[in-house]
């Protein structure tokens, strides 16, 4: 059985498929010795090399599917970049035999909360683009108004990234101190930065925004910021099933591999 080059190594963790297609443009994989080409397929048999790297036992080995939810600190990257040294999640996730960790769901730079991260990227991507049309929620930290001072009106729809972005939930939660929290809930994926900007509109100054929920699928109360935590039970199953999934304890592997079974292992026994 064949399957298209891309999506193999895409679904190991060796980059993006559109990342994967770059590279096979530039030249940068080979298989069997020879360059690859956009829309190939592949066979178990064939070898091939990423960089003068040979990766055909990596992207013919069975894995196990991994869903992490990490509590991602503002300020922070989710991977290292040359000549940047600002802190990266890559470095607090926890370690895999292969591949990388990939992103399902997004949070901006200078924002925190529910990041979702997988080792399969056909599951990153499918849950990814699927995954924008489902309602999210945030808690947002703003600086009280002065005493005595009136707050002011908070529109529910702000121009963010050349579209018109709409908000169902802006509704305030007090607190005693100088800092009160809002909810605020969108129908849909908002892009970077416009929570912020609903309240710059307003005036207001915001010091936190938190992303708590995604879909179905909630920031644990109890996981500190820079911490992740397995994924399992209605929530992993909720993303499969967005993803298209139906085997939550499945191993994503390349067909017509097979999986190796320990010695004296036989189907069956106990």
Do not use: C
């Not at 100088?178 to 710059?200: H, K, M, Q």
């Not at 100054?205 to 935590?229: A, F, N, Q």
């Amino acid at each position: 059985m064949e399957e298209r080059l891309h999506k193999v190594l895409a679904q190991h963790g060796l980059g993006s498929r559109r990342q994967v297609e770059e590279w096979i443009r530039a030249g940068r994989i080979l298989v069997n010795g020879r360059p690859a080409t956009i829309g190939q397929h592949i066979r178990a048999s064939d070898r091939i090399v990423v960089d003068g790297r040979d990766v055909t036992r990596r992207v013919g080995a069975a894995q196990r599917l991994r869903v992490v939810v990490y509590h991602k600190p503002g300020g922070e990257l989710q991977r290292g970049r040359a000549g940047d040294d600002r802190s990266t999640a890559d470095a607090r996730l926890p370690s895999l035999h292969s591949g990388r960790w990939l992103p399902i769901n997004t949070v901006g730079f200078t924002e925190d909360g529910l990041l979702l991260l997988t080792n399969d990227g056909a599951l990153a991507a499918a849950a990814g683009r699927r995954g924008r049309d489902l309602p999210v929620e945030y808690r947002v930290r703003v600086l009280r108004p002065r005493d005595g001072a009136d707050w002011p009106s908070i529109p529910r729809a702000i121009d963010a990234e050349g579209q018109r972005v709409e908000f169902t939930v802006v509704e305030r939660v007090d607190a005693p101190g100088s800092n009160v929290w809002f909810r605020v809930e969108s129908g849909r994926a908002v892009p970077r930065g416009a929570v912020r900007a609903l309240f710059d509109a307003a005036g207001l100054k915001v010091s936190r925004v938190l992303l708590t929920r995604w879909g179905s699928i909630g920031l644990p109360r109890d996981l500190p910021r820079g911490r992740s935590r397995e994924l399992a039970g209605p929530e992993l199953k909720f993303l499969l099933e967005l993803a298209g999934r139906n085997q939550p304890n499945g191993r994503s592997r390349t067909p017509g591999t097979k999986v190796r079974r320990s010695p004296g292992r036989r189907s069956g026994a106990r």
